[in-house]
């Protein structure tokens, strides 16, 4: 008990979390979840491109009370699979939600395995639209035009589009009691390169970004689309990564 306290101490001192409970990590290779914080968790799998090679794709698990929330699914039904069993089975939590952060396959690829299991899925009614004319198979079941705020146990999850970057429907995904932030592509890591252009709206990012920052000021946990999680400057980085396009 003596050396447990201690640990306890020591973890207080350094300003870690402690994992919630029967949250463990997972690590395979095709599927990694790695704790953010005691009840956000940073999903990671892999989609193989043309452009760029084989790229490790992020997304979110927020887990509060009995209740999970995923943001953005692995990049195929397998994946997506693994996922849900995962919370599921091993955590026990019940998937309430899925929330789609743009169009792409990397956000989405999967999302056949939770309409399988009965899992509704929502995102920026554009996002619909967009998918649909690239024929993307399986589509996002609800749609928002602006604001979406879904609850999570007691807490609440505010799903925001604010303008045009990465893509013209990307959102982000914030947490207030929390104050975490799942980006998606819409925000890069630190010294990432501007990546995937095909569909961005280069001029407009930096202020997209500006507006995220605007709204949510104490954000301290930022997840991007691809690479390792940070604080807000990954927000400021991306800004200026952007700034110049105008």
Known sequence: MK???????????????VPAPGLQPLESKSLKIEALTEGVSVHISYLDTEQFGFVACNGMVYVRGEEAIVFDTPTDNAGSEKLIRWIEKRWKKRIKAVVINHFHEDCLGGLAAFHAHGIPSYSN?????????????????NGFDETL???????????????AGHTL????????????????CLVKAMNANKGNLADADTARWSATIEQVQSAFPNVKHVIPGHG?????ELLDFTARLFRLEK
């Open 3 to 17: 050396f447990f306290l201690i640990f306890l101490f020591l973890i207080a001192l350094s300003g870690c979390s």
């Open 125 to 141: 009614r554009l996002t619909i639209e967009l998918a649909r004319a690239t024929g993307e198979p399986v589509l996002p079941q």
């Open 149 to 163: 705020t879904l609850t999570c146990g007691d807490r609440s999850v505010i799903n925001r589009f604010f303008g």
């Open 169 to 184: 429907d990307n959102i982000v995904s914030y947490l207030p009691a929390e104050k975490a932030l799942f980006g998606g």
């Open 228 to 232: 390792a999680a940070g604080g807000p």
